[in-house]
């Protein structure tokens, strides 16, 4: 799963090496971040190195399958590598579908909302993350404050210290509306306390949470630059996002679903989708990868 001098399946789940030395500082927002991280990846010993010895990996004589997470994941692959297309694969992440079962435990989702003070009647669009930067957390409290509706809360759920965006919050005016909850030791219950999942991310190769939420039937906003969003398509599962950067166009998605009619339609399009998350039907494909000749 990291760059290796010889394997024969390479499975690199945090994306391909060569992309994070190229273009790993389009994570960040603004111009003077991007450069001190691009400044930064070429400084970076060990990212050069995994990166020399993964093009040595894959521009060999005998080269690996290249397991990519997603068709997101491959374009990186793509732009940096030539290889035969049989050398290729897809394999989307799985969840356990026991454990994310919407039906299971519905009192955990009132406890979560009695425990942080959240009324009945409010929506709550759930964002779980342990890097709020990258994810968008920043986009998704500027979003909450351009929606004038007191109806809309964020449930922010995650180990970061949260102090920076509370007093973003703050700023924005929209405290009452933010709450940090922490790390979430029990995810199920968050989504059970949740009406939709937002995550207005920079880059994920294949982001599990969102696999998380729609396999319990929230509807999911999140970006174009998140594999996941491959399996759902905008307007039936959620809404996908071309930039992340767009806060009035997030904004703009948490207003369609605040309606509860388009979200009651949604959520039954994304419990569809479970059987297409399932670990089986992963494991089946990934044994059937293994099996197959070099």
Known sequence: MLPVRQCDVYHPHAGIAAEAVANGHLKYEGPIMQLISQTANRMNRRRQRFAAVERS???????????????????????????????????????????????ARPDTGHEVRRRFG??????????????????????????????????????????QDPASYMRLAEREGVAGRIIFAGEAREPHAFYRAADLFVLPTRHDPCSL????????????????????????????????????????????????????ATRKEMAAHCIALRSQLAYDRHLDELLRIYAAPL
């Open 209 to 260: 949470v969102v696999l998380e939420a729609l396999a319990m039937g929230l509807p999911v906003i999140s970006t174009r630059f998140n594999g996941a969003c491959e399996i759902m398509e905008t307007g039936r599962h959620g809404i996908v996002l071309p930039d992340p950067a767009d806060v009035s166009a997030l904004a703009d998605a948490l207003r369609k679903l605040l309606n509860d």
């Open 57 to 103: 990996l894959l521009t060999g004589e005998q080269p690996p399958i290249v397991l990519c997470l997603s068709r997101y994941v491959r374009q990186g692959l793509d732009s940096h590598y030539a290889m035969d297309p049989s050398h290729i694969a897809i394999l989307f992440n799985a969840i356990d579908l026991a454990r994310f079962d919407p039906e």
């Open 118 to 159: 959240i009324a009945a009647d409010r929506v709550v669009a759930l964002l779980m993350a342990q890097d709020f930067h990258r994810k968008g957390l920043a986009q998704a409290i500027g979003a909450i404050a351009k929606v004038k509706d007191d109806r809309l809360t964020l449930l922010v759920a995650g180990k």
